[in-house]
Nanobody, 127 residues
Framework: QVQLLESGGGLVQAGGSLRLSCAAS????????MGWFRQAPGMEREFVAA????????YYADSVKGRFTISRDNRGNTVYLQMNGLKPEDTAVYYC????????????????????WGQGTQVTVSS
């Protein structure tokens, strides 16, 4: 069983920054592919970013590429999402998720492939 707990969300003006954290339980955290997804009201959950178990591979949605950075600390069982240059369209509930399988690009962006999810943290960007 893996438990994920996000933090760091909040209200920020357009152009600002936030850093989301996701603390994970489980002694094998370092073997998981980790992802960030988001869901705006009335919209489907969408892929934001993913990172392989070692941190050696990162993958981003086109909408956030160049603005967001995903990273992980395997000793601290934590994955991060640094969000810069925030836009009102980034407003959503952000979720972290764990995939117990080996990283592939097709799996990393697919909601059904993830095995565990956090409860989400709200990010609101005002214009």
């Amino acid at each position: 069983q893996v438990q994920l707990l996000e933090s760091g969300g909040g209200l920020v003006q357009a152009g600002g920054s936030l850093r989301l954290s996701c603390a994970a339980s489980g002694r094998t955290f370092s073997t998981y592919t980790m992802g960030w997804f988001r869901q705006a009201p009335g919209m489907e959950r969408e892929f934001v970013a993913a990172i392989s178990w070692s941190g050696g591979i990162t993958y981003y949605a086109d909408s956030v590429k160049g603005r967001f950075t995903i990273s992980r600390d395997n000793r601290g069982n934590t994955v991060y999402l640094q969000m810069n240059g925030l836009k009102p369209e980034d407003t959503a509930v952000y979720y972290c998720a764990a995939d117990l399988a080996t990283f592939t690009y097709s799996r990393a962006s697919s909601v059904p492939e993830y095995d565990y999810w956090g409860q989400g943290t709200q990010v609101t960007v005002s214009s």
